[in-house]
């Protein structure tokens, strides 16, 4: 299985910061929920998680800031 880029990575998400939130938050639905059964054996969340950040599977929008 090959793992995406930290370039190409970083793009999707913004910049490194960016990706390594989303990736956590992604990781962590996948730990609490059965939706990793569906990857190989094995596989860890957080590996899971950046493949979909990847494959342009995960959507999200940065939140404006309340005053």
């Given at each position: ?23 956590a ?19 860890k ?23």
């Amino acid at each position: 299985m090959k793992q995406p880029s930290l370039d190409e990575l970083e793009k999707r998400a913004g910049s490194k910061y960016a990706l390594a939130v989303l990736a956590a938050k992604r990781a962590r639905m996948l730990t609490e929920s059965q939706f990793a059964a569906q990857y190989p054996k094995g596989t860890k969340p957080v590996t899971i998680a950046l493949m979909e950040i990847a494959a342009g599977k995960i959507k999200y929008e940065w939140g404006k800031k309340k005053a």
